[in-house]
């Protein structure tokens, strides 16, 4: 019996994407859930995997071509059942020598793939001249649109502040190894700055909302868009209902959302949504930045590197973690002193993190 491979639906603004790589070849074994081949839209690369076991009878779509969601694009025969598709159903192990050969294809097929999303590299000490021409992927050329669109669009306008992160570290010390006896996950930094955020916000609504025509559209809730750098680009995935989740729930679901998508496995309803973004620089050592707004939100808060400074308390020079934080926003919804205020407002949070509950 035949089955078709069909491409997933993309979500309701997409109809279309590229066909990236094929990581099975006609006459492979093919069991359960097998990945078969990725495609990329203009926001996400995705799987699509074998839904019966059997062999790879064919295939009708190439690398590069254009496919729409539903579109068959190649068939499994699954009436065929072999000793390697048994193999692949019962065993999660490496593929052994014998089947190598196999392998080798779509391995290839892969790095040809991300070579095409990679500058040439600079040889150290070679006077060879050369230049290298490669067509930007669909993801990409969504990233520059989108981006491009936002300083187009919004009157963008970034202030900044200085957080003393030292009562945050204290209470990572003091309860981290409860809490990950607990919950099973790390407590990190990004729980208590969403938390921050969510506070902040509830006085603050206009951080939470946007403009469309002439309209300003404000939510109840908040979805908190997370910025995770891949090989690929930058994906903004939501974490849903983020006001009403505890620490621990945080941790859990950026830890999710960051597993998938250097994975691959972000699906389209994970990029759909967001009220409100923060991105964390960082993690690369950046001092300092202006973060772009993600539209059509109007806010973003930029998180930077912790760095220890002498600051003065009660009239004493001491030491402390610092960092500085920066929130772009749309200056034709917020006004100057109502973005000072919110970032003030994420910052007292921070300080004095009281209200936020452990929930050990």
Do not use: C
Not at 52 to 72: M, N, W
Not at 127 to 155: C, D, G, Y
Request: glycine share 6%; charged share 25%; net charge negative.
């Amino acid at each position: 019996m035949d089955i078709e491979i069909k491409v997933p639906s993309l979500g309701e603004s997409e109809s279309e994407a590229t066909l990236i790589s094929w990581l099975k070849k006609e006459g492979d074994a093919v069991a359960v859930d097998d990945v078969l081949a990725e495609i990329e839209s203009d926001k996400i690369t995705m799987e699509i995997t074998a839904l019966d076991a059997g062999v790879l009878k064919s295939i009708s779509k190439q690398i590069d071509d254009l496919v729409e969601p539903g579109e068959v694009i190649g068939l499994i025969d699954s009436s065929v059942v072999t000793e390697k598709t048994v193999a692949a159903e019962t065993t999660t192990e490496t593929p052994s020598v014998i089947e190598t050969s196999q392998t080798e294809s779509p391995v290839e097929q892969t790095e040809t793939v991300q070579m095409q999303n990679q500058s040439p590299v600079i040889e150290t000490g070679s006077s060879e001249r050369r230049e290298e021409r490669v067509p930007m992927s669909r993801l990409r050329k969504r990233i520059a649109e989108r981006l491009k669109s936002a300083q187009n669009t919004a009157a963008m306008l970034t202030t900044f502040n200085e957080v003393n992160l030292q009562p945050v570290m204290d209470l990572r010390s003091r309860y981290g190894k409860a809490f990950l006896d607990k919950h099973g996950v790390k407590l990190g930094f990004m729980s208590f700055f969403v938390r921050a955020v969510s506070q902040a916000i509830s006085k603050h609504p206009a951080l939470n909302a946007y403009i469309e025509a002439d309209d300003i559209v404000y939510h109840n809730y908040l979805d908190v868009g997370i910025a995770v750098s891949t090989e690929k680009g930058l994906v903004v995935p939501a974490l849903r209902d983020a006001h009403l989740m505890n620490l621990a729930q945080i941790e859990k679901g950026i830890s999710d959302l960051a597993i998938k998508a250097r994975d691959g496995g972000l699906v389209p309803d994970d990029l759909k949504g967001g009220t409100f973004s923060i991105t964390n620089g960082g993690v690369f050592g950046s001092m300092l930045s202006t973060p772009i707004l993600n539209p059509p939100q109007s806010g973003i808060l930029g998180m930077h590197t912790i760095q220890k400074r002498a600051v003065v308390e009660d009239d004493t020079i001491v030491i402390r973690p610092m960092m500085y934080l920066a929130l772009s926003y749309d200056h034709r919804l917020i006004d100057g002193a109502d973005a000072v205020r919110f970032l003030v407002a994420v910052k007292e949070t921070l300080e004095y993190p009281g209200s936020l509950t452990l929930d050990l």
